[in-house]
């Protein structure tokens, strides 16, 4: 009976440092988020003392991190960043950190001038600057995403990395009936996926996760029966953004599904 008991004790004892042990494994994750307004969360809402950054609580960033009780979160991303920023941005990277994610790309190739042009102009100026617009992705964007991520790498040698996309906004053929017209819809969409395309090489030839959020929004595009997108909104930095929705349904799901 003594055995038994001296058994039963060392058990329940075992267990308990296995559950210390877990709970201490996730609280000590030191994430940070960097990158542009889609992981600031710009559209969303809630930005708290954030300022020009519009850092929401509602964007994928926080409720990632607050779902795991993350100590440690850093959460540099802000509205208009581009590559250049994001470098700025690595500067809380260290040896410590051990969790990164980033979005960045849409602002260097010129996401606020394509969706200016293709709603102040007619549908052949739309289609020709989303061409010029896929001409720098193609060409111009690859080297500076190269220089992000190796850049990530060097500054957080034991960090899992991931990248994160951008969706495509319109569903062709959808409920709309008023706003850009099909044509137009159909030349952003087609810039989205070069986008993605380009972001997703490069972050696989760095090594790192790519999360590709054309296939969770497909569905709840603008023009959808379900819009996890903001369309032409006020304030007018927050169009073409993902909502709370957008942000929780979509982004949060996918950044999950590869992070366990």
Known sequence: MKTFRSLAVFVVAALVLVGSAVTASAQAVSYVALGDSYSSGVGAGDYGDSGACKRSANAYPQLWADARGVSDFQFNACLGAKTGDVLAQSDALSEATTFVTVSVGGNDAGFTDVMTDC??????????????????????????????????????????????????????????????????????????????????????????????????????????PDWWLNSLTWPVDESYHPNVNGQALGYLPALEAVTG
């Open 119 to 224: 709603t102040l102009g007619g549908d052949q100026a739309c289609v020709d600057r989303v061409e010029d617009a896929k001409t720098y992705v193609n060409g111009t964007l690859p080297g500076l995403l190269d220089d992000v991520y190796s850049t990530l790498r060097s500054k957080a040698p034991n960090a899992e990395i991931v990248v994160l996309g951008y969706p495509r906004f319109y569903q062709l053929g959808g409920s709309c009936e008023a706003g850009l017209s099909e044509a137009k819809r159909e030349a952003i969409n087609s810039g989205a996926d070069t986008l993605a395309d380009v972001i997703g090489a490069r972050a696989g030839a760095a090594g790192f996760t790519f999360v590709d959020v054309r296939e969770p929004f497909t569905g709840h595009e603008i023009c959808s």
